[in-house]
């Protein structure tokens, strides 16, 4: 019995010394997010200052790529939702041609910028060889996660809530 008392008095003695550095060494440093500049579909310029206080999404797709067409929808609803709240997502398509892009931003409503990719984006942001995915920038500038696949509204909504803070 006194042999399982002193442990447990050793035991919360090492955690409550221990503790201040555990929490700290608990904290993770997000890499700064890359400054870019991209033209949207209606000739806008974007780039990434222009969003100063506000948590991003960079969400790379295509107009062939099925999960990307299911994932919109729950993109356009969030995004009316919290547009005004800080919310900005960027629709980067990886397609070819601008005018089947253009042609399916209109058919879908999609209240949000839509840019084509550039090399230089696809080098700073490496989204990789899947689509969808989604860079997440919190209000700092910082990327927070990469969401490789789709992404569903609920998702969408808590990364947004979780950095909005």
């Not at 060494?25 to 579909?41: C, H, I, Q």
């Not at 910028?113 to 995915?133: D, L, S, W």
Request: proline share 7%; with cysteine; hydrophobic share 40%.
């Amino acid at each position: 019995m006194k042999k399982v008392l002193f442990i447990s008095l050793l035991s919360c003695f090492l955690l409550a010394w221990l503790w201040p550095s555990l929490i700290i060494s608990a904290e993770k440093e997000y890499p700064p997010a890359p400054d870019f500049t991209l033209t949207d579909l209606n000739g806008q310029t974007i780039s990434l200052a222009d969003f100063e206080g506000k948590v991003i999404f960079l969400n790379f797709w295509a107009t062939w790529c099925p999960p990307c067409r299911q994932e919109i929808p729950g993109f356009i609803e969030i995004y009316e939702k919290y547009k005004d709240k800080g919310m900005v997502i960027i629709g980067i398509s990886v397609d070819r041609g601008v005018s089947k892009v253009r042609e399916f931003v209109n058919d879908t409503h999609i209240p949000y910028p839509v840019a084509m990719f550039t090399n230089e984006i696809i080098k700073a942001y490496q989204p990789g060889r899947f689509i969808p995915t989604t860079i997440i920038i919190d209000k700092e500038k910082k990327i927070r996660d990469k969401h490789v696949g789709y992404m569903d509204k609920e998702t969408l909504e808590r990364y947004f809530l979780d950095l909005n803070k």
